[in-house]
């Protein structure tokens, strides 16, 4: 019977923790050889329940928690208290937590697990991702070309992208790896200045190792991907790698190996049919002096 320790986790959002906790109760329930029905049965539940908590998809409790410790045979004092403290930082508000009002379920979920990825690779057809925006190109597009009459919930928006981007600041930051379409550098999101305030910011953090750019040339366009889409990976060995993509309505969230291995594919044949990163950093040289 499986009566180990937590598996040590880095620092790690309330999401990821969630997701780390439910696999580990999944695999020490499985270890005890008992059903999510009888699980469920146990924390006054069901086995939707203990599914969906051991997939990471709602809090936990602490008394449904030390409750399934000793069904499944964890007796040990000092693991157990390992358990129930990750259980109380899983479920304390992360920083995003502020801007709730203006997120919807999905994309707090997001958040949270971009804040754990320790490798972030993403595709944009239509816009600079939003990991690299600047203040006023963020702007632009929360306005919807106004941002004169951007108002406190617009200005909280661009906030909220702003402080999102501090996780590429932070020790062991993620390495963020971006493919973009070309025709995302010449679409004039804000106006001329704007867009080579966008590029200039571009050629500057494209200095740091831990941030990639290429870019698809128009000759290659649409040939690999039909639209953007973001692959989150995790140092974490709970945590599953993760696309994410956002429609206008929501966000799918995949996880199953066969769509996993049918996006790296995909994002592997980019990196190929894009400029390196060298010829991209040349190519944003060359509209920010024709800019």
Do not use: C
């Amino acid at each position: 019977m499986v009566t180990g320790e937590p598996t040590p986790e880095r620092e790690s959002g309330p999401t990821a923790l969630r997701i780390v906790l439910g696999a580990q109760l999944r695999r020490l329930r499985e270890a005890a050889e008992i059903s999510r029905a009888d699980a469920g049965y146990a924390i006054r539940g069901s086995e939707s329940k203990i599914s969906r908590m051991e997939l990471g998809r709602v809090g936990l409790k602490e008394r449904d928690v030390n409750d399934l410790l000793t069904m499944y045979g964890v007796t040990e004092d000092e693991v157990r208290a390992k358990f129930l403290d990750m259980v109380r930082r899983s479920n304390s508000p992360g920083w995003w937590h502020r801007y709730s009002d203006l997120m919807p379920d999905w994309f707090q979920d997001y958040v949270g697990l971009e804040e754990a990825a320790s490798r972030i690779l993403t595709y944009e057809t239509q816009f600079i991702p939003g990991l690299l925006q600047t203040e006023d190109y963020a702007m632009a597009i929360a306005s919807h070309g106004r941002p004169e009459l951007a108002g406190p919930a617009v200005k909280r928006r661009v906030a909220l992208r702003m402080q999102r981007q501090k996780i590429l600041q932070r020790p062991g930051a993620p390495r963020l790896w971006a493919v973009i379409d070309e025709s995302v550098l010449h679409r004039p999101i804000g106006g001329r200045r704007v867009l080579l305030a966008q590029v200039e910011h571009l050629l500057s953090v494209t200095r740091e190792s831990s941030i990639t750019l290429q870019v698809v040339p128009y000759q290659l366009s649409g040939y690999a991907a039909e639209g953007a889409f973001t692959m989150l990976r995790f140092g974490e060995p709970d945590l599953p790698d993760i696309v994410y993509l956002e429609h206008l309505a929501g966000a799918l969230y995949l996880d199953k190996l066969d769509e996993l291995e049918v996006y790296s594919r995909v994002f592997d044949r980019l990196t190929v049919d894009a400029e390196t990163p060298d010829r991209s950093r040349q190519l944003l040289s060359k509209i920010r002096a024709d800019l």
